[in-house]
């Protein structure tokens, strides 16, 4: 399917390179503290649905994570538009990945530090220009419960106190492998 707008199909083309989960896999054993074989592979079997269908969900609809809406026929191709469309599909795992840096894993949650989050000084990703400043963060905030995340501390999706607890309660193994 043709993708009107850059976004969408840099959406589909970061879901084609998640890399497959195979189906028997050696599990490191740091990871069987937490848990044991069978609650990690279904986990990481969870995180990788999230990610083929959150980039999914993007590619079919961009503005309701307000991505940039980069039209295909008025931008060409490494256009600052085309450039900024490829960054985009990025931003709700780099939401998370900056609310697990700032947080501490407290039982089935991650209690985050809304000062350390605020404050986040985050050069760009190594050698990728990925900016780990996260545009839009409330629409996204929105965006992931839709996918099973909970957020206490936020109104209107804003951080309202001095902490943000990030909850995943369909599989609480999940925020401690992410």
Not at 79 to 93: G, N
Not at 114 to 138: C, H, M, S, W
Request: aromatic residues 12%; charged residues 25%; proline residues 6%.
């Amino acid at each position: 399917m043709e993708q009107e707008y850059w976004v969408s199909e840099w959406a589909i083309r970061r879901k084609d390179e998640v890399v497959p989960l195979v189906k028997d896999y050696q599990i490191h054993s740091d990871f069987l503290k937490q848990a044991d074989k069978k609650e990690l592979q279904t986990a990481f079997a969870e995180i990788h649905n999230l990610y083929m269908n959150i980039y999914e969900d993007i590619a079919q609809s961009p503005d309701s994570y307000g991505m940039p809406l980069h039209s295909k026929a008025e931008n060409r191709i490494y256009s600052s538009e085309w450039r900024d469309s490829s960054q985009a599909p990025y931003r709700p795992f780099i939401l998370l990945y900056n609310l697990l840096t700032c947080g501490d894993i407290e039982k089935d949650a991650v209690n985050v530090s809304v000062e350390k989050f605020k404050n986040l000084k985050v050069p760009p990703i190594y050698l990728t220009g990925i900016d780990q400043k996260v545009k839009r963060a409330p629409l996204l905030f929105s965006k992931l419960t839709e996918f099973g995340f909970v957020f206490e501390g936020l109104k209107n999706n804003k951080p309202s106190g001095n902490n943000i607890m990030l909850i995943y309660p369909d599989n609480t193994t999940v925020l401690y492998l992410l």
